[in-house]
């Protein structure tokens, strides 16, 4: 009985990699980003070489509440042109955002990832929320909810929007999250994101 469960789940491994375009075939060939979140210059991305894991690393993604409200909630919106062989679509499957957060007693901390592909109804999300006291790095991984596909025959963009927000409570009090790194895996080996057409 357990041979022929491992068997059924190597199949499905071996079926997820087939339905992926070849490696070295998925590039982007264009990259925007804009927001209070992500100025000019903080942001650095890459795709691995098979094409299912997109990398996105912010070197100035902070919210806090040093200032008062001005800096509680920072954003930022990617635009990425991903090109890819012909007859495949995609999902995006999970997030996982590693970072620091550093929070007084009560005080609430949320990172929001949402995403969508132009010309295509809905949007996928994914949240995650932290509470005070907490004071350590973080690394938190969850599939997207409402989650949207590409479509066949058309490429278009994708675009994700990445939100930090520390709220200080009443009084308030201090807080701090920062975001290291992105992780948008577009595929796992049990989840097949990749599909023909």
Same mark, same amino acid.
Request: cysteine-free; charged content about 20%.
């Given at each position: 009985m357990a041979t022929l469960l491992l068997l059924t789940i190597l199949q499905l491994a071996v079926h997820g990699y087939a339905q992926a375009p070849a490696p070295g075939t998925v590039t982007i060939y264009d990259f925007t980003y804009a927001g209070d979140g992500c100025p000019s210059g903080s942001v650095a991305y890459s795709i691995s070489g098979d094409g299912q894991a997109l990398t996105v690393m912010y070197s100035s993604y902070t919210a806090t509440t040093d200032q008062g409200l001005l800096n509680t909630r920072k954003r930022c919106t990617l635009t990425i042109s991903l090109n890819y062989p012909p007859g495949y679509f995609y999902t995006l499957g999970t997030v996982t955002m590693r970072g620091y957060a550093k929070l007084d007693a009560k005080v609430k901390a949320t990172v929001r990832v949402g995403?969508?592909?132009?010309?295509?109804? /809905?949007?996928?999300?994914?949240?995650?929320?932290?509470? /005070?006291?907490?004071?350590?790095?973080?690394?938190?991984?969850s599939s997207f909810a409402n989650a949207v596909s590409s479509e066949c025959g058309r490429v278009r963009n994708l675009n994700i929007v990445t939100e930090g927000r520390v709220n200080p409570g009443k009084p308030p009090k201090s807080g701090i999250i920062t975001v290291d790194s992105t992780d948008l895996k577009l595929t796992e080996i049990y989840a097949i994101n990749w599909k023909k057409c």
């Open positions: 995403y969508h592909i132009s010309g295509r109804i /809905g949007q996928g999300s994914a949240t995650y929320n932290f509470l /005070g006291p907490f004071d350590e790095n973080f690394e938190r991984t």
